[in-house]
């Protein structure tokens, strides 16, 4: 009912940035929360960085004052820039949607497919 698009993955060197883009489409009435993930080898997924549909943002701890979180009501769609990078920002970075749905009067949590955030030099 409800598909989310990331993109914006790749290979940077530490200290470096990156841009992260998610766009959701579908049955959508309305987008409630909206945000990233990220899932590192041999650690459970964690927060990165969400924002209501008021525009409220929240980030983890480890990002802050590193990382911003953009919404665009109109296209659905989140953007997360990421600067000063380091390794252990190397993950699989998921997005996020807590979606209101049109067809059914439910609210339902999605989650995109995961793009790679790798820093290496």
């Known amino acids: 009912q409800v598909q989310l698009v990331e993109s914006g993955g790749g290979l940077v060197q530490p200290g470096g940035s990156l841009r992260l883009s998610c766009a959701a489409s579908g049955s959508i009435a309305s987008i409630y929360l909206m945000g990233w993930y990220r899932q590192a080898p041999g650690k459970q997924r964690e927060l990165v960085a969400v924002?209501?549909?008021?525009?409220?943002?929240h980030y983890a701890d480890s990002v802050k004052g590193r990382c911003t979180l953009a919404r665009d009501n109109a296209k659905n769609t989140v953007y997360l820039q990421m600067s000063s990078l380091q390794p252990e920002d190397t993950a699989v970075y998921y997005c996020?949607?807590?979606?209101?749905?049109?067809?059914?009067?439910?609210?339902?949590?999605?989650w995109g497919q995961g793009t790679q955030v790798t820093v290496s030099s």
């Open positions: 924002i209501t549909d008021s525009g409220s943002t």
């Open positions: 996020y949607a807590d979606v209101g749905l049109t067809d059914v009067a439910s609210r339902v949590n999605y």
